[in-house]
């Protein structure tokens, strides 16, 4: 089923954009000082929330189409995992996005790192859910 396989593109897109951020664009912002840090931080969150977010919803939605459409429980379990950033986002990571985004740019504190450190081990959780979602499509996909 072409749904099946679009979901499936989505999920593993939201999950490697996830993973490489955790992986490779959180370790090296930590290495700047915390200005730097923060100046890279603000443009690159703006953009990546809308792209992460379209992938997560599209691709959560048409798992959830296919699990209707066949009744296979993975095809649900994927699509929650997928969908569950979201939720996730609003209620446990947008207070730290927040006091990061009303830091003023040329802010020099401690907190800074501490407040990115701290995103950083929020975001990971985003990546775990995106990549349990691939598997979990990827295991329904060879039914």
Same mark, same amino acid.
């Given at each position: ?32 000082? @915390? ?28 798992? !959830? ?6 009744? @296979?429980?993975?095809? !649900?379990?994927?699509?929650?995992? !997928? ?16 006091? !990061? &985004? ?8 401690? &907190? ?32």
């Amino acid at each position: 089923m072409l749904i099946a396989h679009l979901a499936f593109l989505l999920a593993a897109a939201f999950a490697g954009a996830a993973v490489y951020v955790a992986v490779v664009e959180q370790p090296a912002r930590l290495m700047l000082d @915390d200005r730097a840090a923060l100046a890279q931080w603000k443009p690159s969150y703006a953009r990546s929330k809308v792209m992460q977010g379209a992938l997560a919803a599209l691709g959560g939605t048409l798992a !959830l189409w296919v699990w209707w459409v066949g009744r @296979d429980g993975l095809w !649900l379990l994927a699509g929650l995992l !997928l969908l569950a950033p979201w939720p996730f986002t609003i209620f446990v990571i947008l207070p730290t996005n927040h006091k !990061l &985004e009303r830091l003023a740019p040329d802010a020099s504190t401690p &907190e800074i790192l501490s407040l990115l450190t701290h995103w950083g081990r929020l975001h990971l959780v985003r990546a775990a859910l995106g990549c349990a979602s691939v598997l979990a499509m990827l295991v329904a996909l060879q039914h």
